[in-house]
């Protein structure tokens, strides 16, 4: 009596219900209160629709009563699965796996290589879930934040040709954010072959949940930073959000990273927010150590789970901060 089929965007509003009462319940089963917005004012459904709408699926009860839904998204060749939840009385029978059966025809249709999930690493339950579709529970992702409360103003860099410069994207024409992609393409390209950001880097730009950080030299981009500021974003209140921060591997420097942390925290500064919240996965060693010393706190922790090519691709000297919940 339960099928799933895709999202239409009339249910919208209904799948965001179903995901926030699905991790309400499962956080008040944790923690024993129930959170008063579960996450914090972040939004998942909505823009990742716009950006993603075949990776959407929702689980039905007698064609009426949606009473499970997933996200998915094919960054390029690497798929990321969730937030994926169904109703607490719907649970074990079997309607995530329906759910996760119909997003893996989804990342087949995009040929996507290596499949990626964040979940809860103190969960049988959830281990076993993405275990019987082939994933591997395989490092932490460390979700860090910072508050900027009495955060000291950078001092003015020396001026120098060649030293880096930060540039908005948002400030670019629209022929010149076309051409952006593709260079920001090939720095994903080199840290996972086919790795492509183009879907979340659009949205933020069209439907201005915050805005992409450029570090270049001498008109070559070191890296990126793709920032979301809070309300209909993946930010949630009073912070912001650093989705996904690349540093090109062949360009990497550590001072190039925290100029780029730095413009991040900036920008967060001039909007007003009084934290940042930069996830990073334990296997970006580096990158990890450089947060923990530059004073950002873990705030939460979650395993990542893989299936696919390539699965521990990350070497620990880049400097890339990806969220793939
Ligand atoms: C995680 C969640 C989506 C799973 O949905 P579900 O429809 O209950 O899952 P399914 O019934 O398809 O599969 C769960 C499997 O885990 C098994 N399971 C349940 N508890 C278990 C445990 N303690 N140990 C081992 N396996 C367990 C079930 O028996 C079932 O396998 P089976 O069908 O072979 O028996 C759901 O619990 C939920 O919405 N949780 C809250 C939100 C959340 O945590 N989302 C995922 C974040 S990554």
């Known amino acids: 009596m339960v099928k799933v089929r895709r999202v239409r965007k009339g249910d919208l509003a209904r799948v ?46 007698n064609d009426t009563k949606i009473v499970g839904a997933s996200i998915a998204i094919a960054w390029g060749k690497v798929g990321i699965f969730g937030p994926v939840a ?37 969960s049988p339950k959830h281990l076993l879930l993405y275990q019987k579709f082939g994933f591997k529970p395989k490092g932490l992702l460390a979700v860090t934040t910072r508050s900027l409360e009495r ?6 860099a020396r001026p120098s040709r060649s030293a880096p410069e930060i540039r908005r994207l948002s400030s670019l024409k629209e022929a ?18 086919g790795l492509d950001l183009s879907k979340e880097v659009e949205i933020v730009d069209s439907l201005a949940l915050g805005d992409v950080l450029l570090l270049e ?26 989705k996904v ?33 930069a996830p990073v996965y334990t296997r970006y060693w580096r990158a990890y150590q450089a947060l923990l010393t530059a004073g950002y706190q873990i705030d939460m922790l979650l395993v990542r789970m893989k299936r696919g090519k390539k699965e521990d691709y990350e070497r620990e000297d880049d400097f890339v901060l990806d969220d793939w919940r």
Request: aromatic share 10%; with cysteine.
């Open 16 to 61: 965001r219900e179903v995901i926030e009462s699905g991790f309400a319940d499962y956080f008040e089963r944790q923690l024993g209160s129930r959170p008063r917005q579960v996450f914090g004012g972040a939004q998942y459904v909505h823009h990742r629709w716009l950006m993603e709408p075949w990776g959407c699926f929702v689980a039905e009860e």
């Open 86 to 122: 169904v109703l607490t009385p719907y649970q074990n029978q079997k309607i995530a796996q329906g759910l996760l059966k119909a997003s893996q025809g989804f990342f087949d249709e995009n040929k996507v290589t290596l499949q990626g999930v964040a979940t809860f690493y103190g």
């Open 151 to 156: 955060r000291e103003p950078t001092p003015p």
């Open 176 to 193: 010149q954010k076309k051409a952006m992609l593709g260079r920001l393409r090939r720095i994903t390209n080199r840290i996972y072959p």
């Open 217 to 242: 030299r001498e008109r070559q981009v070191l890296g990126f930073a793709i920032c979301h500021t809070p309300g209909a974003s993946e930010a949630p209140h009073g912070a912001l959000y650093v």
């Open 245 to 277: 921060l690349a540093m090109d591997p062949t360009r990497r420097r550590p001072e190039y990273f925290a100029q780029l942390l730095g413009a991040a925290e900036e920008m967060a500064v001039g909007a007003g927010l009084q934290r940042i919240i």
